[in-house]
């Protein structure tokens, strides 16, 4: 039990460091062309979002899910391609705020490039709310794996998994430290993730002031 715990930790934070890093990455490049551009690109990329964010994730993974076994790196996948719309609009936020700011006016006017504009003098401004949001992506990736391996959805049978390992809890209610012992390690998994992202958040935040 220990080992299928620690096993199963190991999996659950793998897949949310991974996943909460590359869909910020993508959210962050697209959020920064809409905010910076804004008309058209701004229209179409809203627009686009609106129909990809209607799509049913859980329903893909379960027809998935009937047809092969899903590994580590499809799921991971999967999840890539649906959660990186939830920072885009904090990006581009940001972005619609600073791009008519007189230091970036005074970028252009220079003759800098709308590339380095974006990434080295805009994005870092925004990077605050996108750290702000990101201990929330990787509680939720965490609970999307465990959820899935709850359901039978998840990592192939007889992975080390924290969501299945509820689930024998739940099949063996004789044997009630299974589940009782999964729920807590993953409570105090989400907690210890929350608080250490917004600790990270407090490190890295260009306008906080120390005393």
Known sequence: LVARLIYGFRISVAFGLILTLISSLIGMAAGAVQGYFGGWTDLLFQRFIEIW????????????????????WILLFIQILFSW?????????????????????????LGLSDGRIMFKHLLPNAVVSTITFMPFILAGSVTVLTSLDFLGFGLPPGSP????LIAQG???????????????????MLTLLVFIGEAVRDALDPRKTFA
Request: proline share 4%.
């Open 53 to 72: 964010t209607s799509m049913p994730s859980l329903y893909l993974l379960i027809i998935l899910a009937a047809f092969i076994t899903p590994t580590f």
């Open 170 to 188: 739940k099949n063996n209610l004789q044997a009630p430290w299974l589940g009782i012992t999964g729920f807590f390690v993953v409570s105090i």
């Open 161 to 164: 998994s924290l969501g299945e």
């Open 85 to 109: 719309t939830s920072i885009v609009g904090l990006v581009r936020a940001e972005f619609l705020r600073a791009r008519n700011f007189e230091y970036v006016r005074a970028a252009r006017a």
